[in-house]
């Protein structure tokens, strides 16, 4: 027997198996908090310190109104000064900021 197939025996599996993740996966790109001020309209003037140079576009999402966890979301795609792109988004029913990298 190999050495690979006795470790894996003596972990209860077999040499294919995958090994368990020592704690919980995280979301490729996930939404992180951010902080943003906006103008009057509610549009991104400054993300996370950086002003905004250009907002590319923007949409809302409207998803599971229908269940007790619905989505109401207004989304921007925007540039920042330093020429970074960044996604934000406004959550109606959390009522915080969060950002995603473009």
Known sequence: MSSA???ASAE???R???PTPR???RALNAPRAA???T???GVPLVINRQQVALVREEWRVVDRWWTDEP???RYF???LAGGMGVVVFHDAVGGGWLEQKA
Request: charged share 25%.
């Open 12 to 14: 209860g599996g077999d």
């Open 5 to 7: 197939a006795r470790v």
């Open 71 to 73: 989505v109401y979301r």
């Open 35 to 37: 902080l943003v001020e």
């Open 23 to 25: 704690g919980r996966a």
């Open 77 to 79: 795609d925007c540039v």
């Open 39 to 41: 103008n009057a309209a």
């Open 16 to 18: 294919h198996s995958h």
